[in-house]
């Protein structure tokens, strides 16, 4: 049998570099190739340049060549150049003393006849991020913003806001700023305005504050001037600068109605543009432009509806649920806006776990007088899905549109029927809601009650709906016969229930019983007061023992504690605050509507 070769003697394949040896090879390479001038030399640099950026990919160490890349650097290739570039980027920044041997031919190359050139020679530039030579900054940058290449032009613009993030001092006492308002008022590219306006929001915001000229400048950002001035070369810009501008717009605070209606006028046809983003930035503009203006906001919330709902649908599943999102914030707001539309909502075969959940929730949002029915008969189709959380999502909304008062009573007789498709997750669903209805509406007992008192407590596995069916027994075991005895059943098998949320359910519903039917439950609620004060969990034990001292002190006090006259619950709690609600509003078209939170960004900011 051949011996086994030792993995470190195995040849290295020639798209894997082997290390220090293919460094140092490269590195002789490039000496050669420095300086020269034979016919195919661009090619082979081309080609040796190559392997270094595959040496990178592949995580190996090459900032020993630094040198020699720099030496290999003049060239009139675009595509070597480019190579260099994205080199001499990476290794600056972990090599800071290495980055000085790069500003000489990035200058040079920053005055080179090819626009394409000096435009990557001044990203470069910008991108080193070394303290030490902001100095080498500043002449490039200011001669860019004058270049006469768009290119260059828009490359100075950012690279003015990263120079400001080296060197705020150093791009203050330049005065880029100006320079860049200037340039964003009078350059006939769009590409350049955008990236002027942006550079400009992020300098002035985060200079604001230290300083109250910033501040203003801000202000002036959002005057009239410059408002209408974006908005009318809007359909210029890309879908980022729209998007940019739309932002802007939409912290604009009009004199008037008519400067209001004037700018609706000009974003009108962006609601039908074919990106989600830039519809969701205009639809932001016009809610916001509008909040104080009750008639036409409600007419906004009507004009909108028909470029969201094509977005939801023509769109890929990630966006589908973005805008599903911004759809459910408004029907909070207007729960009216798309009671006529419920059909938008229901669920498709196709669509993911996160996309139906949450039209399921916009179901239960826009139900109403009018459109109960056709909405319930398509949850009941749901309960049966074989996606099991979809299946005890549509049976919660069908609870939640019941608690909400709209035609309770076909409502019920729905989720009575779930009690008989013998699944136990549908049982356990039903239970819990049948438990809500109850206390919401307690003329409906005596029908739940008889279907409910059928179902042997052995079927139910998941502690939340026999926690449920507990509740029941103890609440209403003046109506169900068998209460006392399937109870004690319960309190034989204590030991086998591991959910202390189940235990503490037992010890109260037993309690409630032993007040309504003495005879038949004092056995039991003996057991269950011994079970429960020899129970290792804390919260079990402790109710047991306040029970069982309660008991000792006066049996009237505790039945006035444990089972007092109960009036009907009108309202469940809600979630989120109404206040939640209005900041996650204020952030429209931002991840806050996403994740339901306030971007905490924002107040960071506004400090």
Known sequence: MAPTVPSAAKSASPSQPSGKSEVADLKQQLRQLAGSRAPDADDQRRDVFKRVISCMTAGIDVSAAFGEMVLCSATSDVVTKKMCYLYVGVHARAHPDLALLTINFLQRDCRDQDPTIRGLALRSLCSLRVRNLVEYLVTPLTTGLKDPSAYVRMIAAVGAAKLYHISATACIDADLPASLKALMLSDPDAQVVANCLHSLQEIWTLEAANSEAAAREIETLYSKPVVFYLLNKIKEFSEWAQCLVLELASKFLPSDNNEIFDIMNLLEDRLQHANGAVVLSTIKVFLHLTMSMTDVHQQVY??????????????????????????????????????????????????????????????????????????????????????????????????????????????????????????????????????????????????????????????????????????????????????????????????????????????????????????????????????????????????????????????????????????????????????????????????????????????????
């Open 302 to 607: 009507e004009r909108i509806k028909a470029p969201l709902l094509t977005l939801v649908g023509a769109g890929s599943p990630e966006q589908s649920y973005a805008v599903l999102c911004h759809l459910h914030l408004l029907v909070m707001r207007a729960p009216m806006l798309f009671s006529s539309d419920y059909k938008s909502f229901y669920c498709q075969f196709s669509d993911p776990s996160y996309v139906k959940k949450l039209k399921l929730e916009m179901l239960t949002a826009i139900a109403n007088e009018s459109n109960t029915y056709e909405i319930v008969t398509e949850l009941c189709e749901y309960a049966g899905n074989v996606d099991v959380p979809i299946a005890r999502e549509s049976i919660r909304a069908v609870g939640k549109i019941a608690l909400q008062q709209y035609d309770v009573n076909a409502i019920v007789d729905r989720l009575l029927q779930f009690l008989e498709m013998d699944k136990d997750f549908v049982t356990a669903e039903t239970l819990v809601l049948v438990k809500d209805l109850l206390r919401k509406y307690p003329q409906w007992s005596h029908d739940c009650i008889a279907v409910v008192g059928n179902i042997s407590s052995k079927n139910i596995q998941e502690p939340k709906g026999k926690a449920a069916l507990i509740w029941m027994l103890g609440e209403y075991s003046q109506d169900m016969h068998d209460a006392p005895y399937v109870l004690e059943s319960l309190v034989e098998n204590w030991d086998e229930e591991h959910s202390p949320e189940v235990r503490l359910h037992l010890l109260t519903a037993v309690m409630k019983c032993f007040f309504k039917r003495p005879p038949e439950t004092q056995k039991a609620l003996g057991a269950t007061l011994a079970a429960g004060l020899s129970d290792t969990h804390q919260d079990v034990h402790d109710r047991a023992l306040f029970y069982y001292r309660l008991l000792q002190y006066d049996p009237a006090v505790a039945e006035r504690v444990v089972n007092p006259p109960k009036q009907a619950v009108s309202v469940f709690a809600d979630t989120q605050s109404s206040e939640m609600k209005d900041r996650i509003f204020d952030e429209f078209n931002s991840l806050s509507v996403v994740y339901q939170k306030v971007f905490l960004l924002t107040s960071i900011v506004e400090r």
